[in-house]
């Protein structure tokens, strides 16, 4: 495919994407006037956000490897009505359980668009050139997530949070037409197993192990007989995916041979550190903006350009230079050492650092994600069989998910346990009883007397503070992961050598 034909597909792909990141971020900073509004607590925030990255999660890999197996375009337009049908619920939502059930139905959509992508470009793009087109994905990702708060706040300041959902709408009708014009791709015809067990086991285990994360420690006790119970089934029915997985599947959702290649098992792995990192740093900064300094959502939503600033310029920068250079680890190592400082220097922030001085740490925090997360997918596929390439980019995109959305559940009971405590201290000193709920559930700070405010503008300050804490060890063992990695250099085919026939392969010999 020539330039033009490549940005031409990639116009409706970028849409897309577009649409399903705008899907959180847009959401993000509605997410605290959402929770007061239908009387939700901090357990029910944490859900909205973990709801769609639970599905997400786990359907990325059967989206991934239905890729290999059927039209590609018919899939990630399939996604896009899922995606809309799950934004028309949540617009309509009239209470938390409704909003998180559709939130599921989101994720499902959304998964397939974040899996899909990747999966067509590397069908398209040879792995020397698609760090050229990495930085469009950046762009797209950055463009994303700085208007998505900006536009959320003002809808929920203006015309109230249910438009949130309904934005999308629009979007992912331009881009379902976009793909419908110019996405051609040849479809592979033949023989088809879905491997239903396997998927139904890895959706199984993952949700099991979300809920115990999420509600130990407040619905139960951690050593209660229903968390053992929780950890016991998940581990057990993950067990029973894997075994399906290695043995009995024909075409196994994750394919267990994907992981003798040592890139594939490292950057995995490092996906799934790095995961829980981003989405910890994008959940909950809303929370500390909007709780701890007293904003509005549009005024979050503008704090938000510090980090993603980083993240537009240095993922379209190193993208472009890996194309040029064909070199890309050194890229990795040097975002991760960033990753790493930004998430240390964050740290330490509670409701009286300097704006200017959190803006600082943000942007170091976003430099690190845009040089590690797209060039990560790009190792790996540039090691990965065409035939596979569907089911290694999901797995990429699954495991930093499930390193997301365990990291929101893990993260979110930290700052609820720290809130708890910190107000149940607070208010003995101030000689008031605390209530039953009263920590759970969270109230309009701006209707509140100016000490209680204070309080909990302090216990937010203090709890999201600590949850960077909690990810600097995380982000140390990605590094590590990322050292480890060997640099192959990147092919400039889009078949890899031994799929390419013996006479062509002589042939590109003589060239």
């Known amino acids: 495919m020539s330039h033009r034909e490549v940005l031409e597909a990639l116009s409706g792909l970028l ?18 006037r959402i929770i007061t509004d239908l009387e939700g607590s901090q357990t029910g925030y944490t859900w909205v956000v973990v709801a769609t990255l639970l599905t997400m999660t786990a ?4 989206w991934g490897k239905l890729a290999d197996l059927f039209s590609k375009k018919l899939l990630v337009q399939s996604a896009l009505v899922i995606f809309s049908i799950g934004s028309l619920i949540a617009g309509f939502a009239p209470n938390m359980e409704v909003l998180i059930g559709a939130r599921a139905v989101q994720g499902v959509g959304v998964g397939g668009l974040t899996a899909l992508v990747q999966v067509v470009i590397a069908s398209m793009v040879t792995p020397r050139e698609r760090g050229r087109y990495s930085g469009y994905i950046g762009a797209t990702f950055a463009i994303a997530t700085v208007s ?10 203006t015309a109230g949070w249910r438009w949130c959902f309904f934005m999308g709408l629009p979007v992912a009708l331009v881009a379902f037409a976009v793909l419908q014009k110019t996405l051609h791709l040849p479809v592979v015809r033949r023989e088809v197993h879905i491997d239903y067990a396997g998927a139904t086991l890895l959706v199984g285990g993952v949700s099991l192990l979300l809920v115990w994360v999420s509600l130990a420690g407040r619905q139960f006790a951690w050593g209660s007989a229903t968390s053992i119970g929780l950890v016991t089934a998940g581990v057990v029915v993950l067990g029973l995916a894997i075994l399906v997985e290695a043995r009995y599947a024909v075409e196994p959702i ?28 994008t959940v909950f900064l809303a929370q500390y903006f909007q709780f701890a300094r007293g904003m509005s959502p549009t005024h979050a939503g503008l704090m938000s350009i510090c980090m993603v600033g980083g993240l537009l310029v240095s993922s379209i920068v190193t993208g472009r230079l890996i194309s040029q250079t064909g070199l890309w680890k050194r890229y ?26 959190v803006g600082l740490f943000m ?37 930093r998910s499930m390193g997301g959305s365990v990291g929101v559940a893990v993260l979110g009971a930290v700052v ?29 700070l701006t209707k509140l007397p100016a000490p209680i405010r204070e309080l909990w503008e302090h216990a937010f300050g203090t709890a999201i503070g600590q949850i960077f804490l909690v990810s600097v060890p995380f982000a140390v063992l990605a590094f590590v992961c990322v050292l480890l990695i060997k640099e192959v250099p990147l092919r400039t085919t889009v ?3 031994d799929e390419i026939a013996p006479e062509a392969t002589a042939e590109l010999q003589d060239r």
């Open 495 to 497: 078949l890899r050598a």
């Open 254 to 281: 994750i394919p267990l041979r994907l992981f003798k290649d040592r890139t594939t098992a490292l950057a995995t792995a490092a996906s799934v550190l790095i995961g829980l990192s981003m989405f910890g740093a």
């Open 363 to 399: 942007g170091v925090l976003g430099l690190g994600l845009g040089a590690t997360m797209q060039n990560l997918v790009l190792a790996v596929q540039n090691v990965t069989a065409q035939s596979d390439m569907g089911a290694a980019s999901s797995v990429v995109a699954f495991f």
């Open 148 to 157: 998505g708060p900006l536009i959320g706040g003002l809808l929920v300041d």
């Open 416 to 444: 609820s346990h720290q809130v708890a405590d910190i107000l149940s201290a607070g208010l003995a000193r101030m000689g008031i009883q605390a209530q039953a709920g009263q920590s759970s559930s969270i109230p309009d």
């Open 15 to 32: 849409l897309a994407m577009f649409v399903a990141m705008l899907s959180s971020t847009v959401v993000s900073n509605a997410l605290p």
């Open 59 to 62: 359907t990325t890999p059967i």
């Open 332 to 357: 990795l190592v040097g975002g991760m050492v960033l990753v790493v400082a930004g998430l240390a220097m964050l740290a330490t922030i509670d409701e009286t650092t300097s704006l200017v001085v």
